[in-house]
C-alpha cells in the first residue's frame, strides 16, 4: 500500500497551461505539504495544510494555487505555467505540525511528480 | 534565512570504504536534525534524527550522524558502504516550528 501517492508522476505541457497534481495519503496525519525540488536539487517548502487549514504559505507565485478537500488530500494547481516551474514537486505528510503536538517530525514523501514545461 | 549547506554534490566511493557527508545548518536556536535518502527510483525516506539527547544518533543500514552544536554541523557516517547504499542524500533541520528545510543532497555513488 502507498503511503503518500502522487498523480502524474510525469507531466509535459505548454506554456500558458494550466494543470493540476494531485496528493492522497493514507496514513491518517493531519499535516500535508508540497515541496518543490529544483534543478540544483533544493527542496523547497511551498506550502503546508494542516487539517485543511493553510499554515505555510511561502513565497510562491499566486498562480499556484493549494486546495486540500479533506486531511488525506492536498491538490496543487497551478495556472498559467511558465518555464520555470519546471521541477519535480514532492508530496509529504506528517503526524501533525510542529514538535509541541508530539510529532516526530519525520516526513513521508511521495515519489514525486515531474512538471517539464516547454 | 534559515539554511542547510551540504558540501559535497556527488561522491564516488568502492565497496568498503568509509562515508562521511557533511551537513552544516544556519540557524541560531533549538533544531531538530534529519538525515533524509533516496534511492534511485523510490521516495524520500527516513535515515535517522537527532531531536536531543545524545549527539551520535543510529540510523538504519549502520548509518550514524553526530550532531556538533558548537560548529552547527549534523555529519553522516558509515564505516563500509555497500553498492546498495548508492542513493541521493538530503539533511534538513527543523526549527521554530517551520517545515523542514533542506539541503541541496549529496549523490552517493558506490562502485562494487
Known amino acids: 500500500d502507498t503511503a503518500v501517492s502522487q498523480t502524474p508522476k510525469y507531466l509535459v505541457t505548454q506554456m500558458g497551461n494550466d494543470k493540476s497534481i494531485k496528493c492522497e495519503q493514507n496514513l491518517g496525519h493531519d499535516t500535508m505539504y508540497w515541496y518543490k525540488q529544483d534543478s540544483k536539487k533544493f527542496l523547497k517548502i511551498m506550502f503546508s495544510?494542516?487539517?485543511?487549514?493553510?499554515?505555510i504559505n511561502e513565497t510562491v507565485p499566486n498562480r499556484f494555487s493549494p486546495k486540500s478537500p479533506d486531511k488525506a488530500h492536498l491538490n496543487l494547481h497551478i495556472n498559467s505555467l511558465e518555464l520555470g516551474d519546471s521541477a519535480v514537486y514532492f508530496c509529504a505528510s506528517s503526524q501533525e505540525f510542529g514538535l509541541a503536538g508530539g510529532n516526530t517530525g519525520e516526513l513521508f514523501f511521495g515519489e514525486g511528480s515531474r512538471l517539464t514545461v516547454l | 534565512a534559515q539554511s542547510v549547506s551540504q558540501h559535497n554534490h556527488h561522491v564516488i566511493l568502492s565497496e568498503a570504504a568509509s562515508l562521511e557527508l557533511g551537513c552544516n545548518y544556519s540557524y541560531g536556536g533549538t533544531v531538530n536534525l534529519f538525515w533524509y535518502v533516496q534511492y534511485p527510483g523510490q521516495h524520500l525516506q527516513l535515515l535517522l534524527k537527532?531531536?536531543?539527547?545524545?549527539?551520535l544518533v543510529k540510523g538504519i543500514k549502520g548509518f550514524e550522524a553526530e550532531f556538533i552544536k558548537s560548529k552547527f554541523s549534523f555529519n553522516l557516517r558509515k564505516p563500509s558502504v555497500q553498492w546498495s547504499d548508492t542513493a541521493e542524500y538530503f539533511c534538513a533541520f527543523e526549527a521554530g516550528r517551520r517545515a523542514l528545510t533542506f539541503g541541496s543532497g549529496t549523490r552517493l555513488q558506490v562502485q562494487p
Open positions: 537527532y531531536f536531543s539527547g545524545d549527539p
Open positions: 495544510y494542516n487539517n485543511k487549514e493553510l499554515i
